[in-house]
């Protein structure tokens, strides 16, 4: 998501400074955008490093977070998740940065069990389907909500699942990995997407706009889980699903994926929080975003699927 920011942002001709933790640059953005970054190495743990990065600035985009649904990770995920965005948020008070855009998560609303219609007036709560990475999100939005009553100027957008061309290994873009592995099974769960472009392309927009005290969820379309599995797979030419995973079969499909990683060494394509919202239905209203820019529309996510699908065939990572 970061990537895709920096790359809004320097094709909008606005300078821009980041922070990042290596060398390692995304193999996925072109160089000759990432070469008009202004690079400060440091970490949301590393409040030296924030201190430095945001001298001089007057808006701050925090898209920094760990995504895992692994419970091996959720220590990391919590500190960073957390205590990073109270850290990012307590520098930008301190240095009294004008506006601030914080990256959260349509986990960070809980899903619904019943299959209503998720809106930014959504409370949050507890609930057996929100997983450790939901309930750091919400925990982080806490900061940033401390944060305005404080006086930060703050707008808080809530993605779905994103969608894209990226790193295969990571975070939701292993979603076309597993298609592309052939992974055999499909739920009747429902879930919300989003082109990983547009969300940059909004992030961007409110940048640029004097709004404050704002949520605005941003999702494409809802689409079943069966329906973007098999469309990821016609886009690479692979097998579709075809093993329906009820609830109980889905716990055998996570202990199997379990088994197969204590032996390979390799992350799970399937854990037991990622099977669990599988199995969920919820659907999520991008109107008040629409309503807001009038002028935006999301790219269709059959469009989406095709064009990312495209990038990975030409730069295939290892499986």
């Given at each position: 998501?970061?990537?895709?920011?920096?790359?809004?942002?320097?094709?909008?001709?606005?300078?821009?400074?980041s922070?990042?933790?290596?060398?390692?640059?995304?193999?996925?953005i072109?160089?000759s955008v990432?070469?008009?970054?202004?690079?400060?190495?440091?970490?949301?743990?590393d409040?030296?490093?924030?201190?430095?990065?945001?001298?001089?600035?007057?808006?701050?985009?925090?898209?920094?977070?760990?995504?895992?649904?692994?419970?091996?990770?959720?220590?990391?995920?919590?500190?960073?998740?957390?205590?990073?965005?109270a850290?990012?948020?307590n520098?930008?008070l301190?240095?009294?940065?004008?506006?601030?855009?914080?990256?959260?998560?349509?986990?960070?609303?809980?899903?619904?069990?019943?299959?209503?219609?998720?809106?930014?007036?959504?409370?949050?709560?507890?609930?057996?389907?929100n997983?450790?990475?939901?309930?750091?999100?919400?925990?982080?939005?806490?900061e940033?909500?401390?944060?305005?009553?404080e006086?930060?100027?703050?707008?808080?957008?809530?993605?779905?699942?994103?969608?894209?061309?990226?790193?295969?290994?990571t975070?939701?873009c292993?979603?076309?990995?597993?298609?592309y592995?052939?992974?055999?099974w499909?739920?009747?769960?429902?879930?919300?997407?989003?082109?990983?472009?547009d969300v940059?392309?909004?992030?961007?927009?409110?940048?640029?706009?004097?709004?404050?005290?704002?949520?605005?969820?941003?999702?494409?379309?809802?689409?079943?889980?069966?329906?973007?599995?098999?469309?990821?797979?016609?886009?690479?030419?692979k097998k579709?699903?075809s093993?329906?995973?009820?609830?109980?079969?889905?716990?055998?499909?996570?202990r199997?994926?379990?088994?197969?990683?204590l032996?390979?060494?390799?992350?799970?394509?399937?854990?037991r929080?990622?099977?669990?919202?599988?199995?969920?239905?919820?659907?999520f209203?991008?109107?008040?975003?629409?309503?807001?820019?009038?002028?935006?529309?999301?790219?269709?996510?059959?469009?989406?699927?095709?064009?990312?699908?495209?990038n990975?065939?030409?730069?295939?990572?290892?499986?």
């Amino acid at each position: 998501m970061g990537s895709y920011i920096l790359k809004e942002l320097v094709e909008k001709g606005i300078p821009v400074r980041s922070i990042r933790r290596n060398h390692i640059l995304p193999f996925f953005i072109p160089a000759s955008v990432l070469d008009q970054v202004h690079w400060i190495e440091g970490d949301v743990l590393d409040l030296v490093g924030l201190e430095a990065c945001m001298e001089g600035v007057d808006t701050i985009i925090h898209s920094a977070a760990k995504v895992s649904f692994n419970d091996n990770e959720r220590r990391d995920m919590f500190k960073v998740n957390i205590e990073g965005t109270a850290n990012v948020v307590n520098i930008a008070l301190e240095k009294n940065i004008q506006h601030f855009i914080h990256v959260s998560s349509v986990a960070a609303l809980g899903r619904k069990t019943n299959g209503a219609i998720v809106t930014e007036e959504k409370k949050w709560e507890d609930s057996k389907v929100n997983t450790n990475y939901a309930i750091s999100k919400y925990q982080a939005e806490m900061e940033v909500w401390r944060g305005m009553g404080e006086g930060l100027q703050a707008v808080i957008v809530n993605p779905s699942t994103l969608l894209g061309y990226g790193n295969w290994n990571t975070s939701s873009c292993t979603i076309f990995k597993t298609a592309y592995k052939e992974f055999p099974w499909f739920t009747s769960g429902i879930n919300g997407f989003v082109d990983v472009e547009d969300v940059a392309k909004v992030i961007v927009l409110l940048a640029q706009k004097n709004i404050g005290g704002e949520r605005f969820i941003l999702n494409g379309d809802n689409w079943a889980f069966k329906q973007l599995l098999t469309t990821i797979a016609d886009g690479f030419g692979k097998k579709h699903p075809s093993r329906h995973a009820i609830p109980a079969l889905g716990g055998i499909a996570w202990r199997i994926e379990k088994l197969k990683s204590l032996f390979s060494g390799k992350p799970p394509l399937l854990t037991r929080e990622s099977a669990r919202v599988a199995q969920s239905k919820t659907y999520f209203d991008n109107g008040k975003i629409l309503r807001f820019f009038p002028e935006f529309s999301f790219t269709p996510l059959q469009l989406t699927i095709s064009k990312a699908c495209e990038n990975y065939l030409r730069n295939i990572q290892p499986v």
